[in-house]
């Protein structure tokens, strides 16, 4: 016989096979009464709330175990010792901390301090935090 005919037959075969499936497929589909979506609808939700809280146990259990090996490893509280003395109240408090020297140009001290004030103010920085090096007068011309 023709290998070209046998081929034909095949493709007509499969043709046929998959049309009566696609009628299948589209008897299939029917619509569902209010009541059958509705009915369906609460499963799902009821499926998804069950994982959700299986989820949530797992955490807590997960959690728990994690939280009982931690406090086993916990070393004792450690008492502390003797207090160190005081410092003397004899120190300024205004010497005790110097970020070095500062250079100023063309500029007196309290134009200086005005212009560390404003910028530790506009940058959120604390004065102490902040180190200037040099501050220079610039002239408009």
Do not use: H, Q
Request: hydrophobic share 50%; net charge negative; aromatic share 6%.
């Amino acid at each position: 016989m023709n290998p070209a005919l046998l081929l034909l037959a095949r493709v007509a075969e499969t043709s046929a096979e998959v049309a009566e499936s696609t009628s299948e497929v589209a008897n299939a589909d029917r619509v569902y009464g209010i009541g059958e979506a509705l009915g369906v609808a609460l499963f799902v939700w009821a499926i998804v709330f069950v994982v959700l809280f299986i989820i949530f146990v797992c955490i807590r259990l997960f959690g728990a175990v994690v939280g009982s090996a931690t406090k086993a490893k916990a070393p004792a509280p450690v008492t502390p010792a003797a207090t160190p003395a005081a410092a003397p109240a004899t120190e300024d408090p205004g010497e005790e901390f110097s970020s070095g020297s500062l250079k100023l140009k063309g500029c007196d001290e309290k134009t200086a301090a005005m212009i560390m004030a404003i910028v530790s103010d506009n940058t959120g920085i604390p004065l102490s935090e902040l180190i200037f090096k040099s501050i220079t007068l610039v002239e408009e011309k």
